[in-house]
C-alpha cells in the first residue's frame, strides 16, 4: 500500500486535494497500460486515506451548514455541528437523510428544496425522477460539481477497464434519468469514442443492434434486463451477440448485474466482462459503486462518497461481513449535497483485499435488492433477486418472469409465472422444467411456488428498469373488509 503524499499528487498529476473543493487538472490522463487513475489514492493505506476523507467530509458538512436551512434545522434538532465532527466514527451521530424529506423540502421551497447550497443561477443541469409514484425530486447540479462527476466517472470506468480506444454504446434513456449522463460525461472525460444511442423509442433497440453491428462498438451501458433484450432481438435478425465485439459491459438501475446467474448469462451472451456500477441519482457521481474489471464486487470509493453500510434500524455502521443499507455522503458537492443519505438498497460489506490493488471496503455482492422489496410469504422473506438467480440457472429457462404473491382463502400464495425456451416445448419437457423450477425455488425460498410456465417471449421485455412483481395482498384484504364490514 502507497502512502498518501498529497503534494506530490498535485505535482505528478494535477490533482490538488488540499483544496476544497478538489482541483483537477482536466488534461491528465494515465499511461494507458496503467491500473490506477490515481493511484496515490485508491492504493492508499486506509488509515491515510481516512485522514483525507475527513478532512473532505469536515469542509462538506461546514459548507451545508453555512448554506442550507434544511441541514442546519435538521442537525440543530439532533444536538449535533460542524464542531461535532471530529472523527469519521462523530458520523453516525448525523441523522440520516430520507428521500421523503427531500420530496418535503422541496414541496416546501420549490423547486430545488432548501438543500440547495449555491444560487440558483449556478446550477448548470436540472435532471430528476419521473414523478411515477408521487412528486418529481428535482435534481440541481452545478457547473463545477457536473466536471466533478465527469473526472469521478472516468477514474471508475478506467477501474473497470474502459481505455481512450473504446467505443462506448450508451444504450438508456437520455432525459431526466440521470445514469446515461454519468457514462457519457465518464467516457467522454476518459477520452473514449462515446456513442449516446439512447433506449425506449419504438424500434429503436433493432436500430441499435444494426448500428452496434456497424460500428463494432467495444463497450456497452443500459441496464442489465435491457442488455439481454438486446440479445434476443440480435438472435432474431440471425445476429450472434458474441459477434458484436463487446469487451466490457457495465450497468445500473437494477440488481441484475450483481446476481451470479445473470452476470453469468451476460457474459456468456455477450463474450465480455459483466461489471455491476450504481448508487443513486441523488448521489451523482453514482458510479461510486462499481466493480473493477477484476470483477469481485462493487468497490466503494471512498473518498467521492463515503459510505457505510449500516443497520436499517438503528442506522449505526455494520461491521464488515455484515449485511445493512448503505448510506451514502457526498465528499465534493457544492450544490445538493447529500449527507448520510439512506439508499434502502440490501447490501453486504467486506474489507478483504481485491487484486486490482485497490484498498477501498467493497460490496462483494453488489446491491442485490430493496429492504422494501422483501416479501414475507408464510413466514418466510423472499427476495425477488433470489428467484432471478434461481430461474437463470435453471436450463430451459426463457428469459423473463413475474412473481405474484396473492392470498386465497386467508394462506399466501407465491405465483412463479416463467417463460420456457423453445426447446422445451414438448409437454413433457415443460412438466420436467416446472418440476426443476418449483424444487429450486422452494429449496433456496423455504417457499414452494406455484410454477406457471409461459412460452420465450411472451412476458414484456424492458426499455428501462425491470418491474416483475405483483403483490395482490391489499386487494385480498380490501375484499374481505368489505365482505365483513
Not at 450508451?170 to 446515461?180: D, N, V
Not at 457519457?184 to 476518459?190: D, S, T, V, W
Not at 448485474?257 to 461489471?275: D, Y
Not at 382463502?409 to 422444467?433: F, I, K, N, T
Amino acid at each position: 500500500m502507497a502512502a498518501l503524499d498529497l503534494d506530490a499528487l498535485r505535482k505528478s498529476r494535477g490533482v490538488d486535494l488540499t483544496v476544497w473543493p478538489p482541483r483537477y487538472d482536466p488534461a491528465y490522463r494515465p499511461a494507458a497500460g496503467a491500473e490506477h487513475w490515481l493511484p496515490e489514492v485508491e492504493c492508499a493505506d486506509p488509515r491515510d486515506r481516512d485522514a483525507l476523507i475527513l478532512a473532505k467530509l469536515r469542509r462538506q458538512v461546514a459548507w451545508a451548514w453555512e448554506r442550507s436551512p434544511f441541514y442546519r434545522r435538521t442537525w440543530e434538532a439532533a444536538g449535533v455541528s460542524p464542531a461535532t465532527l471530529r472523527s469519521l466514527d462523530d458520523l453516525p451521530r448525523f441523522p440520516v437523510v430520507q428521500k421523503s424529506e427531500l420530496r418535503a423540502a422541496q414541496a416546501a421551497h420549490p423547486p430545488f428544496g432548501d438543500y440547495l447550497c449555491v444560487e440558483p443561477g449556478q446550477i448548470a443541469r436540472i435532471h430528476g425522477t419521473s414523478g411515477t409514484t408521487g412528486r418529481p425530486t428535482v435534481f440541481g447540479v452545478g457547473r463545477d460539481d457536473w466536471a466533478r462527476v465527469g473526472e469521478a466517472h472516468a477514474r471508475i470506468l478506467w477501474g473497470a477497464g474502459l481505455r481512450p480506444d473504446d467505443r462506448l454504446l450508451i444504450c438508456s434513456f437520455f432525459s431526466l434519468y440521470l445514469g446515461s449522463w454519468g457514462a457519457l460525461a465518464g467516457g467522454e472525460r476518459l477520452g473514449a469514442t462515446v456513442f449516446p444511442f439512447g433506449a425506449g423509442v419504438p424500434g429503436q433497440t433493432l436500430m441499435a443492434v444494426q448500428w452496434a453491428r456497424e460500428l463494432r462498438p467495444t463497450a456497452f451501458y443500459g441496464t442489465p434486463s435491457y442488455a439481454l433484450h438486446f440479445a434476443e432481438t440480435a438472435r432474431r435478425e440471425g445476429i450472434d451477440p458474441k459477434r458484436l465485439g463487446f469487451r466490457t459491459l457495465f450497468f445500473s438501475g437494477e440488481p441484475g448485474a450483481g446476481i451470479p446467474a445473470t452476470k453469468r448469462q451476460i457474459e456468456e451472451t455477450f463474450s465480455g466482462a459483466c461489471l455491476d456500477m450504481g448508487s443513486m441519482a441523488e448521489m451523482t457521481p453514482w458510479m461510486t459503486n462499481g466493480e473493477c474489471r477484476r470483477r469481485s464486487g462493487m468497490h466503494l470509493w471512498q473518498d467521492l462518497v463515503y459510505t457505510q453500510v449500516c443497520d436499517p434500524a438503528t442506522w449505526a455502521p455494520v461491521p464488515p461481513g455484515a449485511e445493512g443499507t448503505p448510506v451514502y455522503t457526498h465528499l465534493e458537492r457544492t450544490s445538493q449535497p447529500m449527507i448520510r443519505l439512506v439508499s434502502g438498497d440490501r447490501a453486504r460489506w467486506t474489507d478483504a483485499p481485491c487484486p486490482c490493488g485497490r484498498t477501498y471496503p467493497r460490496l462483494p455482492d453488489g446491491l442485490y435488492g430493496r429492504i422494501d422489496d422483501m416479501l414475507v410469504v408464510r413466514g418466510e422473506n423472499v427476495y425477488p433477486s433470489a428467484i432471478e438467480d434461481v430461474l437463470r440457472a435453471v436450463e430451459g429457462f426463457g428469459g423473463e418472469f413475474r412473481v405474484i404473491v396473492s392470498r386465497r382463502e386467508a394462506m399466501d400464495e407465491l405465483l412463479v409465472r416463467a417463460e420456457y425456451a423453445g426447446s422445451h416445448a414438448a409437454p413433457e419437457a415443460q412438466a420436467r422444467l416446472r418440476a426443476a423450477m418449483a424444487e429450486r425455488l422452494r429449496a433456496r425460498l423455504g417457499v414452494r411456488p406455484v410454477v406457471e410456465l409461459v412460452p420465450e417471449g411472451t412476458l414484456e421485455r424492458s426499455e428501462f428498469k425491470a418491474r416483475r412483481v405483483i403483490d395482490d395482498r391489499d386487494l385480498y384484504r380490501k375484499r374481505v373488509g368489505e365482505a365483513t364490514a
